[in-house]
């Protein structure tokens, strides 16, 4: 199992008894107004089936990782999943740590992770386009908007326009080594 470390994070694979934990972060309005399946109000049963599936595979096309925060607590979450467009990244983090950085910490030891494990030279992500503060993320990440889709989500009960977005192995790289020699400087 991959534990990924950071300097203020621990990103650990997802388990079956964090269910409830899950459910509870997800019934906050904030967070599931971001993301497409989420039944409201969400129980842990309904967490399950996707747990379940996420657990059993572990492979890099279907895995997601708790992102702790503070130890053993859950702070949000990253989920690499298989689409038709290729590997998808989502994330959410509760709404007390929005605005600190951990995010962005997350999604770089994630990305590094990902890019350093796999031989694929891109990854893609879809973000609802009122979501500025993910589209914001995205873009210091590296990634490109290509397009826009349309999603069914849940939480809102309606239409929600999503924007395409594609990740580069080359340009995730390129951006780091740039902003590492920014803060060599």
């Not at 694979?13 to 904030?30: H, K, Q, R, S, T």
Request: with cysteine.
């Amino acid at each position: 199992m991959t534990y990924i470390e950071t300097k203020n994070l621990l990103l650990r694979p997802v388990e079956i008894g964090d269910a409830a934990n899950l459910a509870e972060a997800l019934n906050d309005f904030e967070i599931a107004r971001n993301l497409k399946n989420v039944p409201t109000p969400c129980r842990p049963k309904d967490v399950l089936a996707w747990l379940g599936r996420t657990v059993h595979d572990r492979s890099r096309d279907n895995i997601a990782f708790i992102v702790e925060v503070e130890p053993m607590k859950l702070g949000g979450l990253i989920d690499f999943g298989k689409t038709d467009r290729g590997v998808n990244v989502g994330y959410w983090l509760k709404k007390q740590y929005w605005g600190k950085g951990h995010m962005s910490e997350a999604m770089h030891a994630a990305l590094d992770w990902y890019f350093l494990e796999d031989d694929r030279d891109f990854i893609v992500s879809d973000i609802f386009e009122d979501n500025f503060a993910s589209r914001r993320l995205q873009a210091k990440l590296g990634f490109e908007e290509v397009g826009t889709c349309q999603f069914n989500c849940q939480t809102r009960g309606e239409t929600v326009t999503a924007v395409d977005t594609v990740l580069t192995r080359q340009a995730y790289w390129n951006l780091r080594r740039e902003r590492h020699a920014e803060i060599s400087h």
